[in-house]
């Protein structure tokens, strides 16, 4: 992927990135499920900056992937999908667990709010 994609592109996403707004401060605005999934070789996004981002989130959870950097769903795709497929699983269950006890849907909840969520911060 990464391979194929031009000068241009890479330095079009670096300068975007450079200039983008702090958005850490609005962590403990999310309220839908999360799962923070970080490699431990990981030098964008060390461990250290995903644990606190997991304090911050409110019920998320925090798994660390063996072997991997911040791409951990390249370099152990392996472990990266079978931690998303857990994660998947289990809100799933809350699902069936909510709506067996007359609750709403977690699935749409949790698009509505992120739709929300997305929609507030490009204001």
Do not use: W
Not at 28 to 49: A, C, H, N, R, Y
Not at 94 to 109: A, F, M, P, Q, R
Request: charged fraction near 20%.
């Amino acid at each position: 992927m990464i391979v194929n994609t031009t000068e241009q592109s890479l330095c079009n996403t670096l300068l975007a990135l450079l200039n983008r707004k702090e958005t850490c401060s609005g962590l403990s605005e999310i309220k839908v499920p999360l799962m923070i999934l970080v490699g431990d070789q990981d030098k964008i996004t060390p461990i250290s900056v995903a644990e606190m981002m997991h304090n911050d989130i409110k019920d998320s959870s925090l798994k660390v992937i063996a072997h991997a950097g911040h791409l951990s769903c390249l370099e152990n795709p392996e472990a990266f999908n079978k931690e998303l497929i857990i994660f998947f699983d289990t809100i799933k269950n809350k699902e069936v667990n909510s709506k067996s006890s007359g609750g709403g849907s977690i699935l749409t909840d949790l698009r509505n709010k992120v739709m929300t969520f997305l929609s507030f911060k490009a204001l």
